[in-house]
């Protein structure tokens, strides 16, 4: 059976990756900070689908959480999602700095590291790769947020690029809005966006897992999505910078 190695598996586009990586066959490596949720959905997968699950509680802004994940990835992983990540519950300078910090060592060590962990020994297999969860604001300025993000998108293609060959790939999924606890836990309201932008996260997921698997670098699910990077990239960057700093960044 292929290992699936997922961060932050617990919620979100990561609980919808980890339910289509399960019924695909995949035994699953979950990691998450919250033990007893954790352990509920390690159980629950056991028991469903018949596979086995690790389970790796770590927090990925500390030295040991990203050490144990880190030590985890390079041991008989076929697929790595790093999708753990969070949002911001303000503006730059309304935020602590620590909690920027933290910001990208999540986005941005933490998706390094495990990379460059885990894609030795599927180059050596040749086959398998990574999935970095990115995200629509890549493409936009929605401060440390999307700078994060950006960095991913780079990062990614860059990491492909160099491995070109091995038969081991790797993605950037870069989600728009979607149906997720991820923006309450951020305190963002989200009242003004309209309903055909958001996404179903099973859905977003099955559209990542077909672009994988068609070798696709990045991968943008959703044809509203699609078009707004491409209308952002048409656009003077000034205009684009003034509209996407104020849509959809309200704190309740």
């Known amino acids: 059976m292929p290992t699936a190695f997922i961060t932050g598996a617990t919620a979100g586009i990561g609980a919808a990756f980890t339910r289509r990586l399960a019924a695909d066959g995949f035994d699953l490596v979950l990691l998450a900070r919250d033990r007893s949720r954790l352990e509920e959905a390690a159980e629950r997968y056991r028991t469903t689908h018949r596979v086995r699950v690790e389970t790796l509680i770590a927090d990925l802004a500390t030295d040991e959480g990203l050490a144990a994940a880190e030590d985890r990835a390079r041991h008989g992983v076929d697929l790595l999602v790093n ?10 300078l309304r935020t602590d700095v620590g909690e920027e910090v933290a910001m990208l060592r999540v986005h941005c060590e933490a998706v390094l590291r495990l990379s460059h962990a885990a894609l030795p020994g599927m180059m050596e297999r040749g086959r398998g790769g990574v999935i970095n969860v990115a995200s629509v604001a890549a493409f936009f ?7 994060s993000k950006a960095w991913v998108v780079n990062f990614s293609e860059s990491v492909l690029r160099d491995i070109a060959g091995s038969g081991a790939h790797v993605m950037a999924l870069c989600p728009g809005w979607t149906h997720t606890e991820f923006h309450d836990r951020a305190s963002m309201d989200m009242s003004g966006v309209p309903g055909f932008l958001w996404l179903d996260a099973d859905e977003l997921v099955d559209a990542a897992v077909r672009d994988f698997r068609r070798g696709v670098p ?8 699609k078009a707004f990077i491409a209308l952002g990239r048409a656009l003077p960057h000034g205009l684009t910078t003034r509209i996407s700093t104020r849509v959809g960044r309200r704190y309740r």
Not at 83 to 92: D, I
Not at 218 to 225: A, E, M
């Open 141 to 147: 300025t929605r401060g440390t947020y999307s700078a």
């Open 83 to 92: 999708n753990a990540g969070f949002a911001q519950r303000g503006t730059f």
């Open 218 to 225: 990045v991968s943008v699910p959703g044809l509203p999505y």
